[in-house]
């Protein structure tokens, strides 16, 4: 009897909870065809012209641009700087090693309202203007964090003695990096920057306090909220949905492949 129920009591559980995950994206999915008019709190139709003219709201894909561009600004500057950050954690050793380790989990552990007033404070400070440079500054630091901590993983997996087989073979340390840890480093070095970019897009609290006059996605949302969110905005995070998941489902499909082109050898 204890088998029986333990054996239909999980699987219940978990569906209940994937379900319950999924009602939010549902509602956002199901509202980008609703034909809303100046709000969109009720159903009022079913409509196409939402997907037709997404830009239809008024500065929602200005939003959307900054907050692309500020993604991927500060994904590319995070994954360089976490990616050398976590190499020398790794691989040297020197006097205040596991202090550095220590200060990266800081803004992991920070409350963002925290975080955010710091970084006004520290940005008024040194007479800064507040707008799109100050914002991919702030996401720089906080995703350094995520990118260390999952290249850090990575990079604590890779033998050593490849890199002096390399060296073995008369390859340069440069030659062994770009050769041999570069492409090993690789799918972790892509994990982290995807996890950095999500992460930077999806930030409102420090973004809303160092942004000044620039409106990013997040805060678009947010300041629309009161009167219900322009249909637009949910045609743009149901594509990006959809983006995500078509992204997810090409690296388990490519992974796959690999794993039995690995089985076949």
Not at 8 to 14: F, R
Not at 39 to 56: D, I, V, Y
Not at 120 to 145: E, V
Not at 204 to 216: E, L, P, W
Request: charged letters at 10%; glycine letters at 8%; one cysteine or more.
């Amino acid at each position: 009897m204890r088998q029986t129920i333990g054996r239909w009591l999980v699987p219940a559980i978990g569906g209940l909870a994937f379900l319950f995950l999924l009602v939010p994206i549902a509602y956002v999915f199901a509202f980008s065809f609703n034909d809303a008019g100046r709000t969109n709190l009720s159903w009022r139709g079913f409509t196409l012209e939402n997907w037709q003219n997404p830009c239809g709201a008024p500065a929602v894909c200005q939003a959307l641009g900054n907050s692309l561009q500020i993604g991927a600004t500060a994904t590319l500057l995070a994954t360089i700087l976490g990616t050398a950050i976590a190499i020398g954690l790794v691989r040297y050793r020197f006097r205040f090693n596991a202090t550095a380790n220590m200060l990266i989990f800081l803004p992991l552990a920070t409350p963002e309202v925290v975080l955010g007033a710091s970084l006004l404070a520290q940005f008024l400070n040194l007479g800064a203007d507040l707008g799109m440079g100050t914002i991919i500054i702030a996401h720089t630091m906080f995703c350094i964090s995520f990118v260390v901590v999952t290249v850090k993983a990575r990079v604590a997996s890779l033998d050593p003695k490849l890199e002096e087989a390399a060296a073995d073979l008369y390859a340069s340390p440069m030659q062994a990096f770009w050769r041999v840890t570069f492409p090993l480093l690789l799918p972790g070095i892509v994990a982290a920057a995807l996890l950095a970019f999500a992460m930077s897009f999806d930030d409102f609290i420090i973004t809303n306090f160092n942004s000044g006059n620039v409106d990013t996605f997040p805060k678009f949302i947010y300041v629309a909220a009161t009167r219900g969110i322009p249909a637009q905005a949910n045609v743009i995070g149901s594509a990006m949905f959809i983006v995500a998941l078509l992204v997810v489902i090409g690296g388990q499909v490519l992974a796959s492949r690999r794993a039995k082109l690995l089985a076949a050898r």
